[in-house]
């Protein structure tokens, strides 16, 4: 089955990672990306930009309004994500438990129910 691993973070953009969380957080999302794409399990994987880049497209009746931000207001953000086939739901917590590695960062494992497999 399909997951997508949804990486939030609770700190602002203007902080950032000790440079010791950092090498361990890219070390752990090399490594997941390395095992997944050698076992082809690996559909995607993205960083997202600062919430500040954001724009939300809304429809209305009276056509589609733009807002500059992300959709909800909220001290967690979208950082990035993950679309990965894994075996069992057990091994998408694990994946996710691989990444996950301090304080300010939570991953959400989701059932992926429909993707796009190319022309």
């Known amino acids: 089955m399909t997951y997508a691993l949804l990486i ?9 990672l000790s ?17 997944a794409s050698g076992r ?3 559909h995607a994987v ?7 880049t954001a724009r939300t ?3 209305s009746e009276q ?3 733009v807002t500059d931000g992300p959709f909800v207001e909220t001290k967690e953000w979208l950082v990035g994500f993950y679309v990965v086939d894994c075996k069992t739901e057990e091994e998408a917590l694990e994946r996710g438990r691989t990444i996950c ?8 494992v989701r059932p992926v129910t429909w993707k796009w497999n190319g022309p």
């Open 40 to 42: 082809r399990e690996l």
């Open 63 to 65: 056509g589609h309004d």
């Open 8 to 16: 939030y973070r609770s700190m602002p953009p203007s902080e950032t």
């Open 101 to 108: 590695k301090d304080r300010h960062h939570v991953i959400e």
């Open 19 to 35: 440079e010791k969380e950092e090498r361990a957080a890219l070390a752990a999302h090399w490594a997941l990306q390395k095992k």
């Open 57 to 59: 497209v809304k429809w």
């Open 46 to 52: 993205a960083r997202l930009d600062d919430p500040e």
